[in-house]
């Protein structure tokens, strides 16, 4: 159903730092950069699904109130990685993995980038 993702940046290379460490942990790598994005994606994808970018017209990166962007885990143990590169990389925070109650395998954890984008890797396999 989606193309892509796009999430706002202040600070390029300090978002660059952080999705670098916490993507790998998903089989997400960067593929693409330029001054004002860096793009990732599977390897064996034909694009790249998220971005980080610098907002248009150089306006300063805003977070939405009530958006997340929700990553795909192959394992539970993926979605322990992704949290913790997380947050060792200058992330926050925002649930730290387990089950929650939308149905029996559904494993999340939940943080924030350095910009304040709040984003969750989720398996829903069960254990």
């Known amino acids: 159903m989606l ?18 460490k916490t ?20 390897e064996s994808d034909v694009r790249c699904r998220l971005w980080v970018v610098t ?3 150089r306006k300063a990166a805003t977070i939405g109130n009530g958006s997340m962007v929700a990553l795909e885990a192959e394992s539970r143990t993926a979605v322990d990685a992704f949290y913790a590169a997380a947050l060792a990389n200058g992330g926050t925070d925002e ?20 910009d304040g984008n709040k984003l969750s890797a989720v398996c829903e396999r069960p254990e």
């Open 3 to 20: 193309l892509y993702v796009t999430l706002g940046t202040n600070d390029l290379d300090r978002a660059g730092a952080f999705y670098d």
């Open 23 to 42: 993507l790998a942990t998903l089989g997400l790598e960067r593929r693409k950069q330029d001054e004002v994005e860096i793009g990732y994606g599977a």
């Open 55 to 57: 907002p248009f017209k």
């Open 95 to 114: 649930g730290a993995p387990g089950l929650r109650p939308f149905h029996p395998n559904f494993y999340a954890a939940y943080v924030r980038d350095p």
